[in-house]
């Protein structure tokens, strides 16, 4: 068999693996839908349902609608978030690498130690987290200081029957009925409390362990802290964040997606095509940095903080 047959061969069976599936997702999805149609029609279910309907009281003076802080901020959270993905795998999958850069210490960043070479993709990826990182405090910082804080933060402890019986309700596509100007449900305030809270965390104390910048001469910090701890969390808080993204989009669109898109990027309560307009704009950026994460375009710029080499 000649090489060009094998790679159609190769290619033929790797499409046909992804159909496989794709369609096992379906099915498993339709099944998911089926039983969950079914168990809201049971007689518990409904009573529990009618009791606690998916959302929470807002608590007193808290804060309605979306500054234009939130907006920006969104986008920058999600720019950030999917190049660190992109780079992420990268890294991971990257077994030859197709350039490397080398820390000098006439930036900000000076130690005695020996500057160590790393990829492109790793500098790339521990850049965008550096970022990444300022952005989230200055999120945080936002949300205290204007109190904003109470959309995302559980202060009752119904959130936890009400979350279940949201999610029940979004499985049987009988989506729970709130005003997202006004508040939450509980199902998305607690998705938002863990993403901003725990697993945005989770990511830096594990990539930091990871980094060139940990203190590995530390033997006593190493025994508390090893690095395959981190490097067991640090790839399955990634893959979080992608059902995150994927999930949070996916509602977003399917739930109303002009109101929603307005509430997000345009800071009004509107049924128009601002918020819209603004994302497709957003996604034609990102779309772009994703396309522009490759040497070709990294070397020059990787080359003002440092020695670039192949």
Do not use: C
């Amino acid at each position: 068999m000649s090489t060009k047959a094998k790679r159609q061969r190769t290619s033929k069976v790797r499409w046909a693996r992804l159909a496989m599936v794709a369609a096992s997702i379906l099915l498993l999805l339709l099944a998911v839908v089926l039983a969950a149609k079914w168990f809201t029609g049971l007689a518990g279910t409904a009573l529990f349902l009618r009791e606690f309907p998916g959302h929470s009281q807002a608590p007193t003076g808290s804060a309605v609608g979306f500054p234009a802080w939130i907006g920006w901020q969104h986008f920058l959270n999600v720019f950030f978030l999917v190049l660190i993905i992109r780079t992420g795998w990268q890294i991971r999958t990257d077994t030859r690498p197709k350039g490397h850069w080398t820390r000098n210490n006439r930036g900000l960043i000076r130690t005695k130690k020996a500057p160590t070479k790393i990829s492109l993709y790793l500098w790339l990826h521990l850049s965008l987290d550096a970022l990444w990182i300022l952005n989230g405090m200055i999120f945080v910082f936002l949300l205290f200081s204007t109190g904003h804080w109470q959309r995302i933060v559980p202060t009752t402890w119904d959130i936890v029957p009400n979350a279940l019986s949201a999610g029940v309700q979004y499985l049987a596509l009988d989506w729970p009925t709130e005003d997202g100007w006004v508040k939450y449900n509980a199902l998305q305030l607690m998705s938002y409390f863990v993403t901003v809270f725990i697993a945005a965390p989770l990511a830096f104390v594990t990539g930091l362990r990871m980094s060139a910048l940990w203190p590995k001469q530390s033997s006593k910090l190493n025994r508390m802290y090893p690095i395959e701890f981190a490097r067991a969390l640090h790839f399955p808080v990634m893959i979080y964040f992608v059902g995150f993204v994927i999930v949070h989009v996916t509602l977003v669109l399917a739930t109303g997606a002009l109101r929603n898109l307005n509430h997000m990027y345009a800071s009004s309560n509107e049924d128009n095509w601002v918020g819209f307009g603004i994302f497709a704009a957003s996604l034609l950026v990102m779309v772009a940095a994703w396309f522009l994460t490759k040497p070709l375009f990294l070397r020059p710029v990787a080359s003002l903080t440092g020695s670039v080499t192949r």
